[in-house]
């Protein structure tokens, strides 16, 4: 019989059922895998980005797996349209037990380029939209003492890079606020933060470069094989899936081809 450490599957399968949790950038890469693993556990699903009907396409998968599965289409840049995505939610399921802060871009660029509107959406979306999801979650969280607050940073949040420079300051940015939501939130509050910190994963994040220089580097041989996101759905759902007395801090998952 498959065990998980000591749980049978059917006891592994059941540990999470009803969870309502929200994937942001859940319409595509890493965002799409998590949800598709996480519906195998009959979760409550709220999927969130911009492409609805990508998201409506998702949410039937999700429900064919045997989850529930809400769609928001959200800009999760804008603050006043997130603090009413989340209203919905809690409206609707009256609680959220997850958030997996996980919506981002990567329009990497050479800083001499200046490309002030990539380096703005970068901070908009990577550092800004995801600090307006977590006060989507936060007074909720709170009042009933549990939660789970996912954060996807990046390997580009531990080491920096010539020409990832704005990424990188966002990544490292998510990668501080992780450890200081932790040591603020999970001792007095019971709310477990994790920051999932990827390499490279092939997804359609490199599809937002517009700087030349840094697309022709990507297009020379290297030897580097990006891994499928479903890697990071796992290390997310092994986050998910530990005691509430046990939280894991900080989970990096690269390719083995990776420096
Ligand atoms: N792929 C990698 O190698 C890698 C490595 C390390 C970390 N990461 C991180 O992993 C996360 C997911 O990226 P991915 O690799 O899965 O790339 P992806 O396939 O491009 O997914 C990005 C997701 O973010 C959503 N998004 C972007 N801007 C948004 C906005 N303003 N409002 C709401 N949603 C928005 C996109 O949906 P819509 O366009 O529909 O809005 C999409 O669902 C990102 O935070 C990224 O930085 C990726």
Not at 6 to 28: H, P, Q, R
Not at 80 to 88: L, M, P
Not at 238 to 246: G, R
Request: glycine share 6%; proline share 4%; charged share 20%.
């Amino acid at each position: 019989m498959f065990v998980y450490g000591t749980i049978s599957i059917e006891t592994y399968l059941l540990f999470m059922k009803d969870k309502v949790i929200v994937v942001t950038g859940a319409s595509s890469g890493i965002g799409e895998a998590t949800a598709l693993l996480l519906a195998k556990h009959h979760v409550q699903l709220v999927l969130m980005a911009r492409r609805e009907d990508r998201l409506n396409f998702l949410a039937e998968k999700v429900r064919n797996l045997g989850a529930k599965a809400m769609v928001v289409a959200v800009d999760i840049a804008d603050r006043a349209a997130v603090a009413k995505a989340f209203e919905t939610v809690l409206n609707h399921f009256q609680r959220i037990d997850v958030l997996i802060n996980n919506a981002g871009l990567m329009p990497i660029s050479f800083l001499d380029k200046l490309k002030i509107d990539e380096w703005d959406r970068m901070i908009d979306v990577n550092l800004k939209g995801l600090l307006y999801c977590v006060a989507g979650v936060l007074p909720s969280m709170k009042e009933q003492q549990s939660g789970h607050i996912i954060n996807v940073s990046s390997v580009a949040g531990r080491r920096v890079a010539p020409g990832f420079a704005v990424y990188n300051a966002t990544k490292f940015a998510v990668t501080a606020l992780s450890e200081a939501m932790r040591m603020e939130l999970t001792p007095t509050s019971n709310i477990r933060v994790t920051v999932i910190e990827p390499g490279a994963v092939a997804t359609e994040l490199t599809l937002t470069i517009t700087d030349v220089d840094i697309l022709k580097a990507f297009s020379q041989p290297s030897g580097l094989k990006p891994i499928q996101p479903d890697a990071i759905a796992r290390a997310i759902e092994y986050a998910l899936l530990q005691p509430e007395n046990v939280n894991i801090s900080e989970v990096v998952v690269m390719p083995s081809s990776e420096r």
